[in-house]
């Protein structure tokens, strides 16, 4: 019954998008009906299908580091020109197995850091001591030495950091394959706890199966919206997945295959879930495209390496599905149409309500603000903070944003513009076109600002005679 009342609302949707013209292109929007003391004009949208650069999701390039050659800037922009916003780095700690890290290690891993800033990028980071299974790890105690000298720079470094991955146990940090014999539940919950004391309470540590989380948690039942966002362990676990398609099980990431993905895909409604394609071996027939694209959307994939395994890469643009891939994975929200208030004086409310839907595979999973922008034709720009957590907005539903918001009562009479922004929620970012979230539709993308052009005209006449707005919400200007 839910999944026919899924079909039925994405359909509705869709059809609102398709047969509707851009909201920049409606000169003069029509009344829709009241809304207290005065009526709301109707803007509509047109969606786009575009392939753009958003943050924290999509495909991502990968980069390996063994703290002797600094991150490459061309290689994260050569990634960002390819509409890709996120970058694994693992760190191989081959040479520091039996040390702390040092302060020069410390340095260069911040430069890095610094690099991936530069560039407008965010980073999934992993660290390990062996890349094939021969090679030796390291012992528990200086896995947690290594996590403890890491702090201050995952602390001082979390605006550019989407999550991180457990990592240090086995090869290439899979908690496989271990010489120091840390392939046991003590091992693996004793680094997942540590990763959680050092690691910023507003980022998640991603483990490689969906029983690793719950036996460290010892709770079987996926999040919900009850549960998730509360800094617990059980919010801030999820899930990487280095083997997807490669076989039935993943290659052992299921074990009740069934059972298994129907808790992944519930948790991936509030965490990240990402990883890499393989195959079990090179004479084994690559995944098919349309398989992999369903399995994507089922279990609501945020991010996807763009360079492994080549052959199922390759494979699945034959098949025709890597351009939905590539635009779907994580969020995509389209703004159906806007409804506003069309009175307006220095006091007063303004009222705004906007039909949003997701057409992604997933939502987004680290916080991010929602603010209203209204700018003068001279420039001047007022920012009302809107309560509404994005990260609520689910893939396949659409979400009304309203908003009731006081105007200045100084505010100059006027046109204004409104817009939409949707900022990343740490300070050294907000102000950053590249960190801002643009919506699929078309002629609403401002590059310079990054903010949503809603395409509606709001005047404000000195002489209006309104009530003043009661709202704690207000425009203050910038």
């Known amino acids: 019954m839910n999944k026919l009342l899924n079909i ?79 970058v694994q780095i693992v760190y191989y700690l081959k040479d520091r197995r039996n040390q702390a890290l040092s302060t020069a290690d410390l340095n260069k891993i911040t430069t890095d850091l610094a690099t991936v800033r530069q560039a407008g990028l965010k ?30 720079v995952l602390v001082q470094n979390k605006d550019v950091i989407a999550c991180v991955q457990a990592g240090f146990i086995g090869a290439w940090g899979e908690w496989y394959y271990s010489t120091n014999g840390l392939n046991n539940t003590a091992a693996r919950n004793a680094v997942l706890q540590k990763w959680l004391e050092v690691l910023p309470k507003d980022r998640c540590v991603q483990v490689r199966t969906p029983a690793y989380k719950q036996t460290f948690t010892g709770i079987a039942a996926p999040l919900n919206a009850t549960t998730a966002y509360k800094g617990t362990s059980q919010a801030r676990i999820a899930q990487h997945n280095d083997a997807f398609m490669a076989d ?10 069934a059972k298994d993905k129907a808790f992944v895909a519930e948790e991936a409604l509030y965490t990240p879930l990402g ?13 098919r495209g349309s398989v992999a694209l369903q399995e994507l959307k089922t279990l609501h994939w945020s991010f996807l390496h763009d360079g492994y395994d080549p052959v199922v890469l390759k494979q699945w643009e034959r098949d025709g599905v890597m351009d939905e891939i590539r635009t779907q994975l994580g969020y995509r929200l389209v703004l159906m149409r806007g409804q506003y208030s069309t009175q307006h004086a220095p006091g007063s409310e303004l009222m705004a309500k906007l039909s949003i839907y997701n057409i992604g595979f997933a939502a987004m999973y680290n916080p991010r603000k929602v603010q209203l922008i209204l700018r003068s034709t001279s ?6 903070t809107l309560p509404d957590d994005p990260r609520t907005w689910k893939p ?11 105007l200045p009562g100084n505010l100059p009479a006027g046109d204004y513009q409104l817009l939409l922004f949707l ?15 643009r919506l699929a539709n ?21 002489a209006a005679k309104l009530p003043q707005s009661t709202s704690n919400i207000q425009f203050i200007k910038q």
């Open 8 to 86: 039925a609302l994405l359909l509705l949707a869709l059809s609102w998008v398709s047969c509707s013209s851009s909201g920049n292109d409606d000169p003069n929007p029509t009344p829709n009906g009241g809304d207290g003391s005065q009526n709301l004009q109707t803007v509509k949208y047109t969606s786009t299908k575009e392939d753009f650069f958003n943050p924290e999701r999509g495909m991502y390039t990968m980069v390996e580091s063994n703290l002797t050659t600094p991150l490459s800037a061309a290689r994260l922009n050569t990634a960002k020109s390819a509409k890709e916003s996120l």
């Open 123 to 152: 980073a999934i980071l992993r660290f390990a001591y062996s890349s094939a299974a021969t090679e030796p790890d390291a012992p528990l105690n200086i896995i947690e030495q290594h996590l403890n000298n890491l702090k201050p």
């Open 248 to 257: 039935e099980t993943n290659m052992g990431t299921y074990v009740d295959v």
């Open 275 to 287: 990883g890499e394609t393989a195959r079990p071996n090179s004479s084994t027939p690559p995944s």
């Open 379 to 384: 420039g001047d720009v007022y920012v009302a």
């Open 396 to 406: 396949r539903q659409a979400t009304t944003l309203t908003a009731k918001v006081a």
């Open 423 to 437: 900022p990343d929620a740490e300070p050294s970012l907000a102000a950053r076109a590249d960190y801002a979230v």
């Open 442 to 462: 078309k002629n609403m993308w401002e590059t310079t600002t990054g903010y949503n052009n809603l395409g509606v005209k709001i005047k404000v006449d000195a």
